[in-house]
Every structure is written in structure tokens, then in C-alpha cells.
């Protein structure tokens, strides 16, 4: 984590209490609940450009900015906190170094690595929102498992030239609220295996589809998404998991409360569960840990791949790593030339055979659980 902000160029108090004097007559947020407020926001793109700059201006105590991305000249289009001179920065850079001009007091920090290799579960638990302003199904979900664990409310957003959906669970306050994979509709998943081929490993040509936005759907979105943070404690706002969508053309608006679905993987991890930080041990070390009992089964954050075995020429080799290190080239098969390969993979493993396969290295993956005597158990693996 990158910090930008240093406590000797805060102003005085007196200079604290004189910007926050308007907000100090409304009514249906606390300005004090606000400045002690940690959040962090994963994208500085269109929308998380919005989000963030309401963030500064209303006084947040600490915003943390996620993004690997850089600037590029066509994002200045749609990107407040960004200047033409900022083009090659890193967007999270740049918009933590902005918000911490709207309001020095702001506490500001940043990172410009992939959200699952940045977020730590346990880091998580401190904050009390995090704002999703991703433009994927998939960095969704994985910002959605990581909330339900963590209990912090998730803000959701997805926006396009004309329409804007907003969403909130408030997993801190509402534990059996939906979550954002309980009503996801099966194209959504359609549209996340395209990127994908031999089950989960990645297509080498594919290119992601670009979805043109405005600078009038970000404002809204980021609007909005602050709005509902700030009406979190309030008795008269939204409660539950809450969608909200809107089409500025016909601005037509449809507020929807969504329903948490029994079937969805969200209630595996409703109930309450028991958070260790482990080191990242070889997976021979596990059964000690854990109490050497060879039948338990583990659930792992990550898809690992196996082992390969040749359809052709039976030609097999183990390969147990996660399945994010490959693409669709593990496919084809080193003495067939063929794509040939079939291939291993699985998310849940018997604690024995983690033990045999990860016997001297470490299990590549973020994070594991398991239930014991009605008892759900996460461990996190430390950096």
C-alpha cells in the first residue's frame, strides 16, 4: 500500500470545522460518521473517477484506490480527477495524488496491482465499504466473495452510454441480504466463458469487448453510489440488497430489492465463520495443522490445474499450480503436437490429496475453508 498523504499538510482544526459547516445541517447523515469512515474503491475509471471525487469533497476519513491500470487519452473524456499530463500514469496514482488535493485532510492511499493479488481478507475487515467500479462479471464476482467473507458492505455499479445500475448489500448489518451472485442471470456466466476455453483456461486471442460510456452515466452512477453510503445509517434509507436502474434517455427509473436464492454459494458462507492468517506452508503441513484428518474437504479460492494427460499417446505429467498461469495452450500436447490434452482441474480437493500433490511447495492459492463440527473455518494465506 502507497501512501501519498502526510499529517504535517493537514489544515488546522478550526479550517476542518468551516468546510464542513453546510453538511452540518443536513440531517440524514452524520458528518463525524463520514470522517471516520474507511472505504476502499476498486477502479479509477469513468465511474470510479465520480465515486471518488464525491468521496474527497465529502470529507471521508481514509479512501484506498485499487486499479492497474494506466491512463490513456481517450479516458480524459469521462475522467474528473484526470489531466492530459497525467496520460502513462497509473490510474490509481493519479486519483488518490487528486483526491488529496479536493481535501488535504483526506487519508489516501493506493496500489496498482490485480484486486485478488492486492485485497487481503483480513485487510478488508477493517474497512467499512467498498465501492466496485470494475467494468467485468468477473472482478465483480470475485469483489463479491471477498465481501460476504470480509462482512463489508459492497456498492456495485455498471454503467454504459445510457444506462446506469446501482447496486448495495449490506453485508455488515444484513446478514441473510442477497448477494450480487444470487440474482445474476446465466448469460452473464455465458459471457464470462467466452474469455475461456478447456473449461478455465484462458483464450490467448480473445479480446474483451469495449463498452463506450459517458461522463453523464459515471456522474450519475458515482452520485448515487455515494448517496446510498451515506444513507447507510439512516432509518429512512434503502435497506437490504437494493438495484437501482436508470436510463437517461427515457429516464425511466426502476428500483428493485433483491432476494437472497438458497441455491446461491453466498449461503455456504452466511453463517458464521472462524478467520485464521497461516503461512503459506507446504501442503504436506496442512494435515498437522488441521489435525491430519485425510478425508476433510477444502474449498479453494482458486482453480488449480492437476495433472494433463494425452487423449492420443497417454502421455501424463502433474502439473498443481493455479490455473490463472495458463491459457489454452496446456491443451496441446508436447509429443502429439496435437491439442490432445485432457486436463485436471478443481477448486475443492480431500485434504489428503493436497497433502500428496503440495507435499514441498506451497499451495498457490489466496485463500481455503472448510466445515468442522458446524463450524466454518477460513484460512488465509499470508503474503
Not at 448517496?227 to 429512512?236: D, K, M, Y
Not at 428493485?256 to 506452508?281: A, G, M, P, R, W
Request: proline letters at 3%; charged letters at 25%.
Amino acid at each position: 500500500m502507497k501512501d501519498i498523504d502526510t499529517a504535517e499538510e493537514r489544515p488546522p482544526g478550526a479550517l476542518k470545522e468551516q468546510r464542513y459547516q453546510r453538511h452540518s445541517l443536513i440531517d440524514w447523515f452524520d458528518q463525524e460518521q463520514v470522517k471516520r469512515a474507511r472505504v476502499v474503491v476498486v477502479g479509477a475509471g469513468a465511474t470510479g473517477n465520480e465515486v471518488l471525487k464525491n468521496l474527497a469533497l465529502l470529507g471521508t476519513g481514509h479512501i484506498h484506490v485499487i486499479d492497474f491500470d494506466r491512463i490513456e487519452t481517450h479516458n480524459l473524456t469521462r475522467s474528473v480527477l484526470f489531466k492530459e499530463e497525467d496520460t502513462g500514469r497509473f490510474k490509481a496514482e493519479a486519483a488518490a495524488e487528486a483526491c488529496r488535493a479536493i481535501d488535504p485532510k483526506v487519508y489516501t492511499t493506493f496500489e496498482t496491482g490485480d484486486l485478488w493479488e492486492t485485497l487481503r481478507i483480513g485487510d478488508m475487515k477493517s474497512y467499512d465499504a467498498l465501492f466496485c467500479c470494475v467494468d467485468n462479471y468477473e472482478a465483480r464476482i470475485r469483489l463479491n466473495e471477498l465481501c460476504l467473507w470480509a462482512r463489508v458492505d459492497l456498492y456495485n455499479t455498471a454503467i454504459d452510454s445510457r444506462y446506469v445500475c446501482i447496486e448495495q448489500y449490506p453485508f455488515s448489518r444484513d446478514r441473510g441480504c442477497a448477494c450480487y451472485q444470487c440474482n445474476l442471470p446465466p448469460s452473464a456466466y455465458a459471457k464470462i466463458r467466452e474469455r475461456y476455453s478447456c473449461g478455465w483456461l484462458r483464450k490467448k486471442a480473445y479480446e474483451e469487448k469495449k463498452i463506450p460510456t459517458t461522463a453523464i452515466t459515471a456522474s450519475l452512477a458515482g452520485s448515487i453510489l455515494c448517496s446510498l453510503f451515506l444513507q447507510r445509517n439512516h432509518p429512512g434509507g434503502p435497506q437490504g440488497a437494493v438495484r437501482l436502474y436508470f436510463d437517461t434517455i427515457s429516464l425511466n427509473s426502476t428500483v428493485t430489492h433483491l432476494s437472497h436464492q438458497e441455491e446461491c454459494f453466498c449461503s455456504s458462507i452466511f453463517h458464521d465463520s472462524h478467520y485464521f492468517k497461516v503461512k503459506n506452508v507446504p501442503g504436506a503441513d496442512y494435515a498437522r495443522l488441521l489435525g491430519s484428518e485425510e478425508s476433510l474437504v477444502l474449498s479453494l479460492s482458486d482453480k488449480l490445474v492437476l495433472d494433463v494427460t494425452c487423449r492420443n499417446c497417454g502421455l501424463s505429467r502433474a502439473i498443481d499450480d493455479n490455473v490463472r498461469r495458463f491459457d489454452e495452450s496446456l491443451a496441446l500436447c508436447g509429443a502429439c503436437r496435437t491439442h490432445s490434452n485432457d486436463i485436471t482441474i478443481k477448486d475443492i480437493i480431500t485434504l489428503d490429496e493436497l497433502s500428496m500433490r503440495f507435499s514441498r511447495k506451497a499451495v498457490p492459492v489466496k485463500f481455503m475453508h472448510f466445515t468442522r463440527d458446524d463450524t466454518q473455518i477460513l484460512l488465509e494465506m499470508e503474503e
